[in-house]
C-alpha cells in the first residue's frame, strides 16, 4: 500500500522552478541545471491523477530542462558577435519575466486586502445643490480695474519675463579662434620699449584690441624681464607700474617667442 505524499500546489512550471531555486539558495542567474532538473523530475514523478491540461504544461517544462541539461554537455555555441551562448539565457528571462509580474500580484493582493477595511459614504447632496453654479456679474470681477493697473500689471509681467533672460549668455554669439603672430607680437613690445626707454605697464596693456593680445604682451613683458632686458618699477603700492629699458641690456637677439613657450 503506497503512501499517500501531500505535494505543495503550484500555479505552474515557472513557479514550481522558482521554488526549486529558492530552495536551494541559488543564483538566477547561473542555475545547476543538472540539481534542479532532477529535482524538478521527482516532483513530476509524485504527481498523480492531475489534469492533463496542467500536467502537459509541466511535462513541456521538464522536456525543456532536459533539452537545456544535454545542451550544456555539448561545446558551447557561439552567436555572430563571437560570444559564447549560454542554454539557459531563454529561461532565465522568463523566470525573470514571471518573478515580476508574481510579486506585483502580491502587491495588488495587499491593496486588495487593505481596500477592505476602507468604507465609504454614498453622497446625500440632493441634486439641485450640486447643480448650483453661482451666477458670476461682470462688474464685480472688474470693480477697481483701470488702465493704469493694467498697465503696471503689464510692465511688472514683461520685467520678470527679461529677469529670466541672463545677460551675459544672451549675448553670445560663435565663438572664433583669435590668431596672434607671436614674434611679430614680440618685436612690437620690445622696440616700443626700447624706443620710448620706458613705458606704462598699464597703457602698455590698454592698447591691446584684444584678450589675447593682452595676455600675449603680458608674457613677453615677463620674458623679457626674465631675460634682463627691462625693469619694473613702481615706487607705491597701488601705483602705476613703469616698465624701463636698461641700459646695459644685452644687445645679441634673444630667442623667440615661440620657443620660450613652446
Keep these: 500500500m503506497g503512501i499517500p505524499v501531500k505535494l505543495e500546489a503550484f500555479e505552474g512550471p515557472l513557479d514550481l ?8 539558495k541559488v543564483n538566477i542567474y547561473d ?12 516532483y513530476i514523478h509524485e504527481m498523480q491523477r492531475q489534469d492533463l491540461n496542467v500536467m502537459s504544461e509541466f511535462l ?9 541539461k544535454s545542451r550544456m554537455l555539448l561545446p558551447k555555441e ?5 560570444e ?37 459614504k454614498a453622497p446625500t447632496i440632493p441634486e439641485e445643490v450640486r447643480a448650483y453654479r453661482p451666477k458670476i456679474d461682470p462688474s464685480e470681477l472688474l470693480e477697481g480695474v483701470t488702465l493704469s493697473r493694467l498697465h503696471s500689471l503689464f510692465k511688472t509681467i514683461m520685467k520678470r519675463q527679461n529677469d529670466r533672460i541672463d545677460p551675459i549668455r544672451s549675448t553670445f554669439g560663435t565663438l ?3 590668431e596672434v603672430d607671436m614674434d611679430e607680437k614680440w618685436i612690437y613690445v620690445e622696440s616700443s620699449i626700447k624706443r ?6 598699464r597703457e602698455l596693456l590698454g592698447a591691446q584690441h584684444t584678450k589675447m593680445q593682452t595676455v600675449i604682451t603680458f608674457l613677453v613683458i615677463l620674458e623679457l624681464m626674465k631675460m634682463g632686458k627691462i625693469s619694473i618699477v613702481q615706487e607705491h603700492a597701488f ?3 613703469r616698465i624701463e629699458w636698461r641700459e646695459d641690456a644685452d644687445e645679441t637677439p634673444g630667442r623667440t617667442f615661440e620657443a620660450d613657450f613652446a
Design 78 to 82: 557561439v552567436n555572430e558577435e563571437g
Design 60 to 68: 513541456l517544462m521538464a522536456a525543456t530542462l532536459l533539452d537545456i
Design 31 to 42: 542555475i545547476p541545471i543538472v540539481e534542479i532538473t532532477a529535482q524538478y523530475m521527482e
Design 17 to 24: 522552478l522558482l521554488h526549486l531555486i529558492d530552495k536551494n
Design 176 to 178: 572664433e579662434k583669435e
Design 84 to 120: 559564447e551562448e549560454d542554454p539557459r539565457q531563454e529561461l532565465v528571462e522568463q523566470l525573470l519575466e514571471y518573478k515580476l509580474y508574481k510579486y506585483m500580484s502580491y502587491e495588488l493582493r495587499d491593496m486588495q486586502a487593505d481596500a477592505a477595511y476602507v468604507m465609504y
Design 239 to 241: 601705483d602705476d607700474i
Design 196 to 201: 620710448l626707454q620706458h613705458v606704462s605697464f
